[in-house]
């Protein structure tokens, strides 16, 4: 410390008298300053002063810095927590601010209007919407915004018009014209290398089998801001579609088809806002952008939108949305005997309808349809003619000994040439790399389509693919699919019958088998017979899953099982009750081949020790109860749901499904 004050005190003596400055020292600065001293004592003095303290300042500034790294080494937790905070708030300000200058910052224009300039808004007095949006936000805040912009399905048209009256804005949808387009006051306003929409290229088959190609403009509602839109839209079950075509095969109700043109483009006038570009193809001025008037494809609800105008189209030429499936609609009318049944059917996939009904309640959809402008296509087939829906192919032929039409449905023959064998890995042991994983699923999504539109036969075998690949993955997998490839294709013209049935009751098969796992597989299978002629059966329902519940028991599979399908026939009650179709019915029978099972439920043996199958137990009592359904005990040999949990001989069910007729009797139990 010493030598270094000499050394400065040495310096300072060598320096020229007239020019002497002070330097006032600062922790992380120094400010050089001239001072005007009268005698050189005085210099030295300050000068050593001066020092002294600069010395000081660089030892209080090292451990300043030590502490600073020891709390950051400390907080680097923290500090990494807070920093993705910190850049989270400022992603979701980018893009509240980028939603502002997009959707604030807009003036619409009618059909006979200009755009308005700068000096034309300053000389009325009027501003624009940004600024009116801006002077919000600054006295209210950004809640004030938000809430002009927020619902349902966003700011709505009168608080569209209430907030441009204020501001001055005129809005073309005041003056209801067709032509909505909207212009910004500059080009920098919009986001120039954002695109949000594209065309899509489609090749479509005609109905000559010629190949065009389908050009739609689609917007990426993908990177819409999160409004809290519905979204959601119904559509029909595969089940209630084999229910429907039964029913229709008791009443004389013949098939048609209609698929919408432009669906989505046919929805009702939007109650939201949303502006787009316009494709280069328009060859507009790049200052414009386009108002939607009715939603398009790619928006988020606009699948929603179509739906609740199909839907009011629908219930206004006089049908019903059903209760147990929105997208299943039916027409009730007095007969003769003035009692209400069913005259018409609809059931309503997005755009393709499958229609159910004679020729007059045809013609007053048909006539709804035009009046709402829906556009459609309409394919009537002829007896044995067939027609396509939800991947089924059916074809319809009047009933051979009694009234009524007859239904054949199954899949076409070129469904099956695409389903072809997986090449075998060398190593069976080794795990699925990421190519065979997703030839597997592949194969595997391939047969659940099969299964569910005729092939209940191949439903276990896809049950136990589906549960290897998700626990093992493992090469072993691919001989399993190649064989269930191989018997699929073995019976690929394979058909499910639905023969008119005017009295008719329900049988429900209930099975559960213990699989080397240790996991439960529950199978169900529901046919509706003639009552008159028990030997006729058609095949409506089919069903095979792993239990998602653990047991510890043959019974509690067997408990689970008869659950399942005392719930199927629960649901088949409730909508022929809706149809008004009660009166066909005859009775509705649970069948089990568990002999303790069958006690419990009659009361004739003490309930198990298991609180949860107790649960069960009364539950199934109360849902028998409720829709009338009888439990009847059958014998291993005559369970038809015993092919869907096991692998046994499946004759038995194949010939009751092609040949629409039962191999026993089941009566005499």
Not at 178 to 200: H, K, Q
Not at 484 to 512: H, Q, S, W, Y
Not at 518 to 529: E, K, M
């Amino acid at each position: 410390m010493e030598r270094k004050i000499n050394q400065s005190q040495e310096r300072s003596l060598n320096e020229n008298e007239h020019e002497q400055y002070a330097i006032d020292c600062c922790p992380n600065k120094h400010t050089i300053q001239p001072a005007n001293t009268n005698s050189i004592e005085n210099h030295q003095q300050s000068e050593i002063e001066t020092t002294t303290s600069e010395i000081d300042s660089d030892l209080e500034c090292e451990k300043q810095e030590a502490d600073n790294k020891k709390e950051e080494t400390q907080d680097k937790g923290i500090g990494n927590k807070r920093q993705r905070l910190e850049k989270m708030k400022a992603m979701k300000q980018l893009r509240m601010k980028e939603d502002r200058r997009e959707r604030g910052e807009i003036a619409e224009l009618s059909s006979m209007e200009t755009p308005i300039t700068e000096e034309q808004q300053t000389s009325s007095g009027s501003v624009t919407l940004s600024d009116y949006l801006k002077k919000l936000r600054e006295e209210e805040g950004d809640s004030a915004v938000d809430r002009t912009r927020q619902g349902e399905r966003g700011r709505t048209l009168e608080d569209d018009r209430r907030i441009r009256r204020r501001v001055g804005i005129q809005s073309s949808s005041e003056n209801e014209t067709d032509n909505e387009i909207a212009t910004t006051e500059s080009s920098d306003n919009v986001i120039e290398d954002f695109e949000d929409r594209r065309w899509v290229l489609t090749w479509k088959t005609t109905e000559i089998g010629e190949r065009q190609v389908k050009a739609r403009l689609v917007v990426k509602g993908n990177e819409e801001p999160e409004m809290g839109l519905k979204t959601f839209s119904p559509t029909v079950k595969r089940d209630t579609v084999r229910l429907a075509l039964q029913m229709a095969a008791n009443m004389n109700l013949f098939p048609t088809r209609l698929d919408v043109k432009q669906a989505f483009l046919r929805s009702d006038r939007m109650e939201r806002d949303v502006f787009i570009k316009p494709p280069k193809e328009a060859k507009v001025s790049e200052q414009l952008i386009w108002k939607l008037k009715k939603s398009v494809y790619g928006l988020s609800d606009a699948c929603k939108e179509w739906w609740l105008t199909i839907k009011r189209v629908i219930i206004s030429a006089g049908y019903t949305s059903s209760l147990h499936d929105p997208a299943f609609f039916y027409k009730l009318a007095m007969n003769h005997k003035g009692e209400e049944e069913t005259v018409g059917l609809i059931l309503l996939h997005v755009d393709d309808f499958l229609v159910l009904s004679d020729d007059i309640n045809l013609k007053i959809l048909l006539e709804k349809l035009e009046e709402n402008t829906i556009e459609i296509t309409m394919k009537k087939p002829l007896p044995g003619e067939q027609l396509e829906f939800l991947g089924m192919s059916m074809c319809w032929r009047r009933g051979r000994e009694r009234n009524g039409i007859e239904f054949e449905v199954g899949l076409s023959a070129d469904y099956y040439n695409n389903l072809r064998e997986l090449e075998v890995p060398r190593n069976l042991k080794e795990k699925l790399d990421e190519s065979g994983e997703f030839a597997v699923r592949s194969l595997i999504g391939q047969m659940s389509w099969i299964v569910g539109i005729c092939r209940p036969d191949l439903s276990m075998t896809l049950s136990r693919l589906q549960q290897e690949l998700n626990e093992e993955k493992c090469n072993q997998i691919v001989p399993k699919c190649n064989k269930a490839v191989r018997k699929a294709l073995t019976r690929k013209n394979m058909t499910i019958k639905i023969k008119p049935m005017k009295r008719f009751d329900i049988m429900g098969f209930a099975d559960a088998a213990i699989n080397k796992s240790g996991a439960s597989q529950l199978g169900i299978y529901v046919i509706v017979f003639d009552n008159t002629r028990k030997d006729e059966a058609n095949t409506v329902m089919w069903r095979s899953k792993k239990d998602t519940k653990t047991v510890v028991s043959s019974m509690a599979g067997e408990t689970h099982a008869l659950w399942e399908v005392v719930d199927v026939l629960s649901f088949i009650v409730q909508l022929l009750r809706e149809l008004k179709a009660l009166s066909s019915l005859n009775a509705v029978y649970a069948m089990t081949d568990c002999q303790n099972l069958y006690k419990c439920i009659r009361n004739e043996k003490r309930d198990p020790v298991e609180k949860s199958l107790a649960i069960y137990l009364g539950a199934i009592r109360s849902q028998m109860i409720a829709n009338c359904i009888e439990l009847k005990k059958v014998t291993s040999a005559k369970q038809l749901a015993d092919a869907m949990t096991k692998e046994v001989d499946d004759t038995i069910l194949v010939q009751t499904i092609s040949e629409g007729r039962l191999q026993f009797d089941y009566w005499q139990e």
